[in-house]
């Protein structure tokens, strides 16, 4: 499996920025992305990126405030955060998905087709 290592969290107040990083071991996934999970709440998507398109997708609550990017020659993935809301609050985790998907954003953030994660860097927003 992917090995994946994330950091960049923090605690910020709300309207600041934090970028997070997700180092990944090895190129065997399609796709690439973070989650985040906030107490008594299920892990949702965030953003994803297709390794061989560089397509990207989001989640409706983070679209314009937030980018995924990738660094292939430092295999590194990145999220940029902007605009942050308290409601982003929560453990932030990269993941990868090896299979491919064939519908939308919805679709490539399904939480149980990924199978390698990392530990999670905490974001904490305060108002």
């Known amino acids: 499996q992917v090995q994946l290592v994330e950091s960049g969290g923090a605690s910020v107040q709300a309207g600041g920025s934090l970028r997070l990083s997700c180092v990944v071991s090895?190129?065997?996934?399609?796709?690439i992305a973070w989650f985040r999970q906030a107490p008594g709440n299920e892990r949702e998507g965030v953003a994803a990126?297709?390794?061989?398109?560089?397509?990207?997708y989001y989640a409706d609550s983070v679209k314009g405030r937030f980018t995924i990017s990738r660094n292939t020659f430092e295999n590194t993935m990145y999220l940029q955060m902007n605009s942050l809301k308290p409601e982003d609050t929560g453990m932030y985790y990269c993941?990868?998905?090896?299979?491919?998907?064939?519908?939308?954003?919805?679709?490539?953030?399904?939480?149980?087709?990924?199978?390698?994660w990392g530990q999670g860097t905490q974001v904490t927003v305060s108002s």
């Open positions: 990126i297709d390794r061989g398109t560089f397509g990207t």
């Open positions: 993941a990868a998905r090896p299979t491919r998907s064939f519908g939308g954003s919805s679709d490539v953030l399904r939480v149980g087709e990924y199978n390698s």
């Open positions: 090895e190129y065997t996934y399609r796709y």
